[in-house]
């Protein structure tokens, strides 16, 4: 699922535990960075269309406004990952009613290796222009 600003979720899910009753679950609805740049470097390997301009599209983006500050994970339209939280419903059997993610609070450094790999495949394809920004799904 991509949404309108180039971000693709690793999955729709929320709450769901990794294991039973200890009392941890994970909110994967939001764009990793890293997952984002598989999935523009794989389409690039095989047939560049607009999927790789999203990826690249909101990479750049968050590139751009965070430098040495790049977050894991954002959310669909670019803003920070909440804190984790709970709702106020029943949670997934064997989990915790919550939504949000700590990865907010941290730092990984291979997003910034996955992300120049993506630059560097749609580079390839004359996908960039002067600023390292997608040309808008043209290919050169």
């Not at 764009?31 to 690039?44: H, K, L």
């Not at 996908?127 to 390292?132: E, Q, R, T």
Request: glycine letters at 12%; hydrophobic letters at 35%; proline letters at 9%.
């Amino acid at each position: 699922m991509t949404s309108a600003d180039g971000g693709m979720v690793a999955a729709a899910t929320t709450s769901l535990p990794e294991r039973a009753e200890e009392g941890r679950n994970y909110d994967y609805r939001y764009v990793w960075i890293r997952d984002q740049s598989y999935a523009g470097q794989a389409v690039a390997a095989t047939a560049p269309g607009p999927p790789l301009d999203d990826a690249v599209r909101f990479a750049t983006a968050r590139l751009h406004a965070d430098g040495p500050d790049l977050s894991p994970a954002y959310t669909v339209d670019g803003h920070p990952v909440p804190d984790p939280q709970p709702l106020d419903l029943p949670g997934y059997p064997g989990g915790y009613d919550r939504i949000g993610n700590h990865v907010n609070r941290q730092f990984q450094l291979d997003c910034f290796g996955e992300a120049l790999l993506l630059l560097a495949a749609a580079a390839e394809h004359g996908w960039l222009d002067g600023d390292g920004s997608a040309r808008d799904g043209e290919v050169a």
